[in-house]
């Protein structure tokens, strides 16, 4: 095979040597040569490549890359998401199915019907029994292909029911599972696909990217998404979505320990997360209101975090490590039942015994 990689346009092609048939092309995916080059050197190996885990930060392009490949096994160039012969599992997919049961149910995993009904058949809490969509014949060519989207939230059960079509699939199938947590899947997941890592894009990369979006926001408000998002280009796009930079701006002086300003914060830190709830649940009704919550907190720690960064990068490694050790207790009460308006007060209140006089910073 002949691995091209054209950095100025960003494609990258493998060709087979033998037929000179491509099997994958105009890759669009900035900063991840390395996962693409695994992936070519896995298929380059002679094993079997019919099932893939695609790993890696949130954000980063996994499920970009995955569609892509996609497209060039079912040898299609434009959007892919309609062909017949491409399955996209996500959690959300509940609201799609024709058990009740799931129609209502919060979107916090995928549920192993959700599996029976798309991929992996076999009889459903609504007492249907659904043939393995895997084992039927493509509709177009002779190639399917499957992604499933946050592959860790499936559970021990559905990794377990998904084993035998990963072992056994038919000819012509391809499996990718996309997960940010790919310790969360069982070993013998693990042993039955090809692993590819991606990683968090570096500055560069992210600042071509950022060009390539049509962002209407202040210059300095994209650049602290950018630093903030280590690298995620997701990232980027979620704190964007819910003016997370605004509020990292207005909060600038607390969150670097110049100004302790308590109530204020604290009132910011909730309406924010408030407002992020009432967005995401208006924009889907069946999202969990719990993992809503949980996500506003987590890019509010994230946003913490980055200030805790920004203190040690600028010398004040004694507070930087302070803050870091703050966020650290904070994190470990997500595991609780805490409600996000206490986690929030908390995180204000330690936070403002950490600041000091502005001339300690001048």
């Not at 392009?61 to 491409?86: N, Q, V, Y």
Request: net charge neutral.
């Amino acid at each position: 095979m002949r691995f091209f990689v054209c950095l100025k346009n960003f494609f990258i092609c493998v060709v087979c040597c033998v037929c000179g048939c491509t099997l994958l092309v105009v890759f669009t995916i900035i900063g991840q040569n390395k996962a693409i080059e695994t992936i070519q050197k896995s298929l380059d190996s002679g094993r079997g490549c019919h099932a893939w885990i695609f790993s890696g930060p949130r954000g980063v392009g996994k499920c970009t890359a995955a569609e892509e490949f996609a497209k060039t096994i079912l040898k299609i160039s434009l959007d892919c998401k309609a062909h017949p012969d491409l399955h996209i599992i996500r959690k959300e997919d509940v609201v799609w199915s024709k058990n009740p049961s799931l129609q209502t149910k919060k979107q916090t995993n995928i549920p192993l019907d959700l599996l029976r009904e798309r991929i992996i058949g076999g009889k459903t809490s609504d007492d249907r029994v659904h043939d393995s969509v895997a084992y039927k014949t493509p509709i177009k060519g002779t190639k399917k292909v499957f992604i499933i989207d946050e592959a860790e939230l499936l559970d021990e059960t559905g990794q377990n029911a998904l084993l035998k079509t990963l072992e056994e699939p038919p000819s012509g199938t391809t499996i990718i599972l996309v997960t940010s947590r790919d310790d969360l899947l069982l070993p013998t997941i693990h042993s039955r696909c090809n692993s590819v890592s991606f990683s968090p894009l570096d500055l560069n990369s992210m600042r071509t990217w950022s060009e390539t979006v049509d962002f209407d926001i202040d210059p300095a408000d994209l650049a602290w998404a950018i630093a903030f998002s280590n690298g995620s280009p997701g990232l980027v796009c979620e704190a964007v979505d819910s003016g997370l930079p605004k509020l990292a701006n207005a909060l600038r002086g607390f969150l670097l320990l110049k100004k302790n300003d308590y109530s204020f914060v604290s009132q910011n830190l909730l309406e924010f997360a408030n407002a992020f709830v009432v967005k995401k649940l208006k924009e889907n009704s069946s999202a969990s209101k719990e993992a809503t919550n949980r996500r506003a907190g987590e890019l509010l720690l994230l946003m913490f975090g980055s200030s805790a960064q920004k203190l040690t990068r600028d010398g004040f490694v004694e507070q930087g490590v302070s803050a870091a050790n703050i966020l650290v207790d904070v994190e470990r009460q997500f595991s609780t039942n805490i409600s996000i308006k206490v986690l929030l007060e908390s995180l204000a209140a330690r936070w403002a015994h950490q600041c000091a006089g502005d001339s300690v910073f001048m």
